[in-house]
Nanobody, 123 residues
């Protein structure tokens, strides 16, 4: 019932900021917990951030705490990832995922995925 499309990726320099967007279709969007994952070259998929259906609670992976912020606007069917102070190690394909009512830190907890957007950070 949910289709996800990411946007906002690109090539930036270390220390720059980017905001990723994930636009969702379907009138049940507000019932889903949402998350961002990333996959860097030579590494497995990593949990970046998650947010409950209401937007009241957020979760972050250790490597991005203090730098990234996840938010959602249920009226616009959109979830965002604000990324500040980007580092070369943040280079990855970032994907948006929709699950149930509980935020989980594993890809197996999400049934809907976007195609991903590339973020490249140069030194």
């Amino acid at each position: 019932q949910v289709q996800l499309v990411e946007s906002g990726g690109g090539l930036v320099q270390a220390g720059d900021s980017l905001r990723l967007s994930c636009a969702a279709s379907g009138r049940t969007f507000s019932a889903y917990a949402m998350a961002w994952f990333r996959q860097a070259p030579g590494k497995e998929r990593e949990f970046v951030a998650g947010i409950t259906a209401s937007g009241s609670t957020t979760y972050y992976g250790d490597s991005v705490k203090g730098r990234f912020t996840i938010s959602r606007d249920n009226a616009k069917n959109t979830v965002y990832l604000q990324m500040n102070n980007l580092k070369p190690d943040d280079t990855a394909v970032y994907s948006c995922a929709a699950g149930g009512r509980i935020v989980l830190g594993t890809p197996r907890g999400y049934g809907y995925w976007g195609q991903g957007t590339q973020v490249t950070v140069s030194s």
